[in-house]
């Protein structure tokens, strides 16, 4: 592999550091599946990044045809429409319908007909996007995969070497954990038949030198 790169901020940067032949999640993967002896999995996902702002929200609500109506919201007192709400703030205050109004706020107004909630929140705004290394196993012959890592963009060459040498860690345990041999589960009295997928490997087993079966 590739080591030209030391700091890695895009998936070009990420596929030349790995030896890729392209700079798309296909050959990454690919790479990183043949360079594993887990054939680990890997791509560079790209997700929305927020600034985060420290802000004073209100939303009156007010009773119109005797049904619970969001009537108007304010941001460090001053007036916002709705369609600038940001999400989180939006689903705090429960403006985009996925909850029962009726029922809540029948609750917090206590009877009247009338309430305006106030609360200090984080409140998140879209800020372009942000890309995320990561890379995964799922460990042959049994239902089970080893929990991804995750890598934030820009990142050392190192860390993402360190993210791949934990999952193969964590496959070769599990490996070891569930897939001994019949010669194993004899070694530990354990019911081969009854308990495949599931026998630990024994190292000094002189059926699988330790290596165990695939399942």
């Known amino acids: 592999m590739s080591r030209s790169k030391n ?66 919201a304010e941001r460090d007192n001053t007036p916002v429409e709705f369609s600038a ?8 205050f429960m403006l985009n319908g996925k909850y029962d109004l009726e029922y809540n706020l029948q609750e917090l107004a206590n009877g009247s007909s009338d309430f305006t909630c106030t609360e200090n929140l984080d409140a998140k705004y879209p800020n372009g996007v942000r890309l995320i290394f990561a890379v995964g196993s799922i ?3 049994i239902d089970a995969e080893v929990q991804p890592e995750y890598v934030s963009l820009p990142a050392k060459g190192s860390e993402i070497d360190d993210a791949i040498a934990r999952v193969e860690a964590a496959a070769k345990d599990l490996w070891h954990e569930t897939h001994g ?12 038949d009854f308990n495949v997928g599931h026998i630990p490997v024994v190292i000094d087993c002189s059926e699988c030198n330790g290596y165990g079966i695939s399942i």
């Open 7 to 72: 700091i890695l901020s895009t998936i070009e940067d990420v596929a030349n550091y790995l030896g890729a032949n392209r700079a798309d999640n296909e050959s990454i993967s690919r790479c990183v599946y043949k360079g594993t002896s887990c054939g680990a999995w890997a791509e560079v996902i790209e997700e929305t990044a927020f600034e985060i702002k420290k802000e004073t929200w209100s939303v009156r609500y007010a009773k119109v045809e005797n049904i619970w109506q969001a009537i108007s």
């Open 85 to 92: 709400v940001p999400d989180n703030v939006r689903e705090y």
């Open 139 to 141: 460990v042959e012959g």
């Open 181 to 192: 041999c019949e010669g194993c589960a004899s070694r530990l009295s354990i019911d081969f």
